[in-house]
């Protein structure tokens, strides 16, 4: 039995020649946010540099393929020592092909489900990646689909 559930999140149209979710604007503003060419150093503080590199659109960086790419939050904690926690908010791309040991969302008769993709001898499993849930064996005759690779994991601090 899957151990989290997801829930779909709603996608902001673009415009323009691609279709998909964003990040940015949807009245057709500029997307892009500032990106300060200092940098902040995780440990003593040093005086700041306040220039601005250019804008940053974080499309460019977490949506390679806006058609087929997706957004779920997660609920739940398997997937805890994955760095993947409840609340957070997961880009997911239909056009990666699942390979063993990727981060998947899947749906297993009829429920969606985030899980580390292996296979062992011939067999398929969905792994949490917590040691408080067990794995998940595919049976041959249960209905089950990788919705597409996790390739991002959107984390508040």
Known sequence: MPHATIEILGVVPTSG???????????????GLPLYLAQVPAGFPS????YIDRRLDLNEHLVKNPAATFFVRVSGDSMRDAGITSG??????????????????????????????R?????LYLMPDNPDYAPVEIDPEASFTVWGVVTFV????
Do not use: C, M, W, Y
């Not at 020649?17 to 604007?25: E, Q, R």
């Not at 296979?119 to 067999?123: A, I």
């Open 17 to 31: 020649p691609s279709s998909g979710p964003s990040f940015g604007s949807s009245n057709g503003q500029d997307a």
């Open 47 to 50: 005086p700041a540099e306040d």
């Open 88 to 117: 957070d908010i997961l880009v997911v791309d239909r056009s990666l092909e699942p390979r063993d040991g990727a981060v998947v969302v899947a749906a297993l008769d009829g429920e969606l489900t985030v899980k580390r993709l």
């Open 119 to 123: 296979t062992r001898r011939g067999r």
């Open 154 to 157: 959107i984390h508040k601090a």
